[in-house]
T-cell receptor, first 112, second 111 residues
Framework: DGGITQSPKYLFRKEGQNVTLSCEQN?????MYWYRQDPGQGLRLIYY???????QKGDIAEGYSVSREKKESFPLTVTSAQKNPTAFYLC???????????FGDGTRLSIL | SQQGEEDPQALSIQEGENATMNCSYK?????LQWYRQNSGRGLVHLIL?????REKHSGRLRVTLDTSKKSSSLLITASRAADTASYFC???????????FGEGTQLTVNP
């Protein structure tokens, strides 16, 4: 069964700590995305990647970093510079940048 | 950047009734998509309508697109309790390289 796997489902961050959220897809999609969703709100784009070894900042990239070394994987690091990281993080992928996106089931990040 | 805006923000109906949600946007688009999100889960793609299409159907879903008014509507007919979810529109701008999601409509279908 093809799909997107995000892990962990829940994550807790201590003050000053960097944490990394995992996103893996086996859909053979070129494009991958990271979104942040705050309670009762829509999705805001953090970073996206159209192809391996390339990525672009979205609307709220400050305090976050990504890498795209493999087509299947697009990990997101929430750095200590992100002062308000508590949110629901969603990863998605698509065949092309304007096509339908397939989403993982999210990682909920909280501050300890 | 905010492109699609859904209306209403929240909608509560009885099972069996129809639900209509609207989406307005500001720029020229290549396509417009609708997604559903159940509480605590990822989004699920429902339907894509291209800028040269006016109406599209998928099961109990009907989507219309009016590019002159820069608006779209999603109609869910004969709603069920299982349709309770948030619904988002997303626009793919003609000159863009990404989708932009709206704030969503929270639909509650009461049994």
């Amino acid at each position: 069964d093809g799909g997107i796997t995000q892990s962990p489902k829940y994550l807790f961050r201590k003050e000053g700590q960097n944490v990394t959220l995992s996103c893996e897809q086996n859909l053979n999609h070129d494009a991958m995305y990271w979104y942040r969703q705050d309670p009762g709100q829509g999705l805001r784009l953090i970073y996206y990647s159209q192809i391996v070894n390339d990525f672009q900042k979205g609307d709220i990239a400050e305090g976050y970093s990504v890498s795209r070394e493999k087509k299947e994987s697009f990990p997101l690091t929430v750095t200590s510079a992100q002062k308000n990281p508590t949110a629901f993080y969603l990863c998605a992928s698509s065949i092309n940048v304007l096509g339908p996106q397939h989403f993982g089931d999210g990682t909920r990040l909280s501050i300890l | 950047s905010q492109q699609g805006e859904e209306d209403p923000q929240a909608l509560s109906i009885q099972e069996g009734e129809n639900a209509t949600m609207n989406c307005s946007y500001k720029t020229s688009i290549n396509n417009l998509q609708w997604y559903r999100q159940n509480s605590g889960r990822g989004l699920v793609h429902l339907i894509l309508i291209r800028s040269n299409e006016r109406e599209k159907h998928s099961g109990r879903l009907r989507v219309t697109l009016d590019t002159s008014k820069k608006s779209s509507s999603l109609l869910i007919t004969a709603s069920r309790a299982a349709d309770t979810a948030s619904y988002f529109c997303a626009t793919g701008e003609t000159s863009g390289s990404r989708l932009t999601f709206g704030e969503g409509t929270q639909l509650t279908v009461n049994p």
